[in-house]
């Protein structure tokens, strides 16, 4: 039977997770009136696929369990074989005890008895990279249209004949933001918007970066090279508009100077590098109730492969571990490691608090649609993308990734503000998990795409890398698709091309956490 098939003959009606779980999963849209023999329940009303079906009576007030979990709260008494979703199930306050179980299931992770290799770049400082470019950043949101002209330049959909003689460099790219000016010159958010800049500046798949500003605009050029202990050379070029004479000649300077900098660039070669190089920066988006199902805890897999290599994973987006912090307290290598992620915990519902907002106005709409209805029920899923390794350390947003294992990054859920932070600290390579059929890319790192079901796959497998429905179906288990996760990945970070990088996304999803007031 193809693995694109709906369903296994014969396979059950619906999924459970956990023995203790009240809700399972359906499968198909269950009809009212259908006996399900296997949980022994009659369905009530329609239940659409992915969505929950109670199992038991649940008292209003009563808490509801998925995956062994607290995902919610009955809004009022569900009945056995009902729908459960967004009209009976609620959130609500209850104690995780995060701190009080950090560390107690830390175990030294086994390396791998044989080596993993891929094709690689080797700088000449030792990093490691999985992509070879040339990026034009800039320093505020006034110099992006100079950057965006001089990168248009070398456009090989446009202009194939630009880069026709140098088959090794993957293209120029412009990432540009909306920020750099009207902010606190020394507050907090351009602190972060600097160290995300100086994080891609460093970052090793670009063979070079030129950074073009204004020159008027706060985030100077000069500071920020000061603050971040950069050095202008060759393979770091910075000036502003206003002193190239304009924006004719600003563009025309840039273009001269990658035309300088492509021979060079062209001189590299991929040779066999272990594993251990791979920063994988992990992401979900469009998530539906099948993520924590099939394609999060097969990536989780992949990932545990890949620290047993030696690699590193860094798992992010806080509002959506919210409610599950537990579980990576549990893990965290050291008491100081899990109070750093509780720390950015309290900020979040500080921030939150702060703002007017509530920290479940997430799930959103899609999630819904797709059978999500609290974010705790969303954030335990998405804590499967971690695998089951120690919890090594935890950093703030695009802080430098230092230590190899499993590590968290303090990003928020908005997918392309959180891989922003992730490559800024290191990731060369990023996995990205959708049930809904998210459009994502992010140069200069290859950005891989998991679909969690079979029918995403088939409607949208020109956008899709991998298919990870089959799990849901009985055909293939958990283990093994990570085994294929981890393969492919391999593959993507030797140079084979993903589908985001083929349909040319990864410029406009370059998203600088804005942090801070704008006056």
């Not at 059950?12 to 956990?18: D, E, G, Q």
């Not at 359906?26 to 969505?51: D, I």
């Not at 920066?281 to 990536?299: E, F, H, I, V």
């Not at 720390?343 to 799930?363: L, S, V």
Request: hydrophobic share 40%; with cysteine; charged share 20%.
């Amino acid at each position: 039977m193809d693995a694109t098939d709906s369903a296994v003959a014969g396979a059950p009606r619906t999924i459970r997770l956990h023995p203790d779980d009240d809700v399972v999963i359906a499968r198909q849209q269950l009809l009212g009136g259908t006996w399900l023999a296997e949980e022994g329940v009659r369905v009530q009303g329609l239940v659409p696929p992915a969505h929950k079906l109670a199992v038991r009576d649940i008292a209003a007030g009563q808490p509801v369990r998925r995956y062994g979990q607290i995902i919610g709260f009955a809004a009022q008494a569900i009945a056995a074989g009902q729908h459960v979703h967004v009209h009976n199930l609620a959130m609500g306050s209850f104690d995780r005890d995060a701190a009080a179980v950090a560390g107690l299931d830390a175990r030294p992770t086994a390396p791998a008895q044989e080596e993993a290799t891929f094709q690689g770049i080797v700088r000449a400082d030792g990093r490691v990279a999985t992509r070879n470019y040339i990026g034009v950043l800039t320093s505020v949101n006034c110099s992006a249209t100079v950057a965006r002209a001089i990168a248009d330049r070398f456009r090989r959909d446009i202009r194939p004949e630009a880069l026709a003689d140098f088959p090794h460099v993957d293209g120029v790219v412009a990432l540009t933001h909306g920020a750099g000016c009207a902010v606190d010159a020394e507050g907090e958010g351009l602190r972060v918007l600097r160290r995300t800049l100086a994080g891609y500046a460093r970052h090793p798949n670009f063979a070079a970066v030129l950074v073009i500003g204004l020159g008027c605009e706060t985030n100077q050029i000069a500071g920020w090279i000061e603050q971040e202990g950069l050095a202008t050379g060759t393979a770091l070029q910075a000036y502003n508009i206003q002193d190239a004479g304009g924006t004719e000649l600003a563009v025309q300077r840039g273009v001269e100077a990658v035309r300088a900098l492509l021979p060079e660039a062209n001189r590299v070669e991929r040779v066999p590098v272990a594993a251990r190089h791979l920063v994988v920066g992990l992401q979900c988006g469009g998530s539906d109730s099948y993520s924590g199902m099939t394609a999060n805890p097969a990536l989780g897999a992949a990932m545990d492969r890949l620290v047993r290599h030696g690699g590193t994973a860094i798992l992010s987006e806080t509002p959506e571990i919210y409610g599950a912090e537990h579980l990576l307290t549990r893990r965290a290598r050291s008491r100081a490691v899990a109070d750093k992620l509780l720390a950015r915990i309290r900020w979040w519902e500080a921030y939150c608090e702060r703002m007017g907002a509530d920290m479940n106005n997430n799930p959103s709409a899609g999630n819904k649609a797709g059978g999500l209805t609290t974010i705790l029920e969303k954030s335990l899923g998405a804590v499967a993308k971690g695998g089951s390794t120690d919890l090594v350390d935890v950093l703030e947003y695009a802080q430098p990734v230092r230590t190899p294992g499993l590590v968290f990054m303090d990003t928020p859920g908005y997918d392309p503000v959180s891989a922003t932070g992730q490559v800024a600290g290191g990731a060369n390579l990023i996995c990205f998990t959708t049930g809904r059929g998210s459009a994502y890319g992010c140069a200069p790192a290859p950005s891989l795409k998991l679909a969690t079901n079979n029918a995403l796959w088939q409607r949208q497998q020109a956008d899709m890398d991998i298919n990870c429905g089959p799990i849901a179906d009985g055909a293939v288990g958990i283990d093994a698709m990570g085994e294929q996760i981890f393969r492919h990945i391999l593959r993507v970070a030797s140079g084979e091309r993903t589908k985001s990088e083929l349909h040319g996304y990864g410029q406009n999803e370059f998203v600088p956490w804005q942090l801070g007031a704008i006056t």
